[in-house]
């Protein structure tokens, strides 16, 4: 809840900040960022589009069902922890959050920890240092997923921070508040749950429109924003209509005031909330976070690690080893999960003779024991994981192969194993390289590929059509020719679309190209230092 103009008016009556111990056996393991869990868990708020209130202190559970047979609202924002947080919540407890939820009710978790040091708050208050500010924001993000997973809040769910509106004559303060708010979304990302970002459009949200897509920022997934006009929508002129949509936006378009419904008074703020859960990143999602990653050999070591995304980049500090001995193949594709036993798996050629190998990755993030899948693919070039391209439920590659320049299927089928390949390009294909699967990229139910024109630089999308084929459709730009290493990842920012990455050829940087389903954005780093990394899969 709000006091200030506006603010959420319960800070500092009891002040709880328990960071949570975050333990990674492998780079494929969940995280789990508390020691305390519920036996019953729920992802939240979910698919919520209408009227929501919040109060400062948990309602009792005669009280809201008193409101959900009364009221117009069906969500309820929760303050589940944070060292600003005000109001006792004798309520709030795992039974609490499971009877509501079964009850029908939304949840809206809310987190009121280190406030900007600027604050117009004039109470007694915990502030962000902005010397120290992306390390409080990473704990902060660590103490808030203990807290919801208490609670019995899934990951997947979404923890709203709560920002009181600043000053915005102070650079200091509103460079520290983005960089608290960056690391606690990362955080988050990092542990497998959504960020929200609440404060007024005066202050917090004007910053946050205006790092929008600042290079390096990790913005909120979802924005809560603050005007109190009464005026219950989630658009606003001062934010683009394309920024948090679609259903990614919550307003508080009234502040604190009593209303009663069935008989039962409570101080409420009144929220317009239009929240669905993002969609998932499809594929590449190595550490099973939601979010894509990517993989890439060392070629010094022949090493492959992983490194992990967050949405916005990828982090080389948190890799992980994958394993060593890669040196020896000179091909190593992503297959998808060919075993089906919920993992992606990997496929290698061998360099010596040519083999290509099948090599499980298991839940417990370890690679299984090696299969022998073919002895045919010394003359294949670029081979490429496509997806379930004939759509028979297993994922499927396509080569090129030297001596003819045919494209051709290999169908992936039951056993671990491809069925016999066919001809889906009659020939040509010497004259192009950096084949990509891409996922569907156009978003028509077949997944896609792109390819580039070797003379020109000229990238092309080729989509999937019924029966197992493709079909060039249309250029997707000439700017790609000082890249290497073309791959798809995913929907790596989870906007619906899924994208490309590629290695920049001059200075070794990461690259992300955001897809939209017709074209490609221009590429944004994700990470520096994969000069001597390849191949990125």
């Not at 307003?251 to 929240?275: A, P």
């Not at 994981?385 to 089928?413: E, F, M, W």
């Amino acid at each position: 809840m709000r006091i200030l103009a506006p603010t959420r008016r319960k800070l500092l009556v009891r002040a709880v900040f328990g960071v949570a111990v975050v333990l990674l056996s492998t780079f494929l393991v969940r995280a789990d960022a508390a020691t305390t869990t519920t036996s019953w868990s729920t992802v939240q708020p979910g698919t919520f589009a209408g009227e929501a209130f919040d109060a400062c202190t948990a309602p009792s559970t005669a009280a809201m069902a008193k409101w959900r047979s009364a009221s117009p609202y069906r969500a309820v924002g929760i303050y589940i922890g944070g060292v600003n947080r005000g109001c006792t919540q004798a309520n709030l407890t795992a039974g609490w959050v499971k009877t509501q939820v079964t009850a029908g009710w939304h949840l809206l978790p809310l987190y009121v920890g280190p406030q900007a040091s600027c604050t117009k708050v004039t109470s007694k208050r915990n502030l962000i240092d902005n010397t120290k500010a992306a390390a409080q924001g990473a704990a902060a993000a660590r103490d808030a997923v203990g807290q919801a997973r208490a609670l019995g809040l899934a990951p997947q769910s979404v923890v709203i921070y709560d920002m009181e509106a600043y000053a915005t004559n102070d650079a200091d303060c509103r460079r520290g508040v983005l960089a608290f708010m960056s690391a606690w979304t990362a955080t988050l990302h990092d542990l497998g749950y959504l960020s929200g970002f609440y404060s007024s459009m005066g202050s917090g949200g004007a910053d946050q429109v205006a790092n929008y897509a600042a290079p390096g920022y990790v913005r909120p997934d979802y924005l809560d924003f603050a005007r109190w006009d009464q005026i219950s929508t989630t658009d606003d002129p001062a934010i683009p209509a394309t920024y948090w949509a679609p259903h990614r936006r919550m307003k508080q378009y009234r502040g604190g005031h009593k209303e009663t419904w069935g008989g039962v008074t409570i101080n409420i703020d009144n929220n317009l909330v239009d929240f669905a859960p993002l969609p998932s990143a499809k594929f590449a999602d190595f550490n099973r976070n939601g979010w894509s990653d990517v993989l890439a050999r060392t070629t010094s070591s022949g090493n492959l690690f992983a490194y992990p995304g967050n949405g916005t980049y990828v982090d080389v500090n948190a890799r992980r080893k994958v394993s060593g001995g890669w040196a020896k193949f000179n091909a190593i594709v992503r297959v998808g999960d060919l075993n089906r036993d919920g993992t992606e798996d990997l496929v290698a050629r061998k360099s010596s003779n040519g083999y290509l190998y099948f090599f499980p990755i298991t839940k417990a993030g370890r690679l299984g024991k090696a299969k022998l899948l073919s002895k045919s693919f010394a003359k294949m070039r670029e081979i490429t994981a496509i997806g379930d391209l004939n759509r028979d439920g297993y994922p499927d590659l396509v080569a090129a192969q030297t001596s003819n320049h045919k494209l051709y299927l290999y169908p992936g089928k039951k056993g671990t194993k491809f069925g016999t390949r066919k001809v889906i390009g009659a020939g040509g294909w010497h004259t192009m390289s950096e084949l990509a699967g891409v996922g569907d990229f156009n978003r028509d139910g077949y997944p896609d590929m792109v390819t580039r024109v070797i003379s020109t630089g000229e990238l092309f999308l080729y989509r999937g059509v019924k029966g197992g084929g493709l079909a060039r459709q249309a250029s997707l730009g000439k700017g790609v020719r000082a890249y290497r290493d073309l791959v798809g990842v995913g929907d790596f920012d989870r906007d619906g679309f899924t994208d490309l990455a590629a290695v920049q050829k001059s200075n070794g940087a990461l690259v992300l190209f955001r897809g939209t389903g017709k074209g490609l954005r221009p590429a944004i780093r994700l990470a520096g230092g994969f000069r001597h990394r390849s191949p990125v899969l």
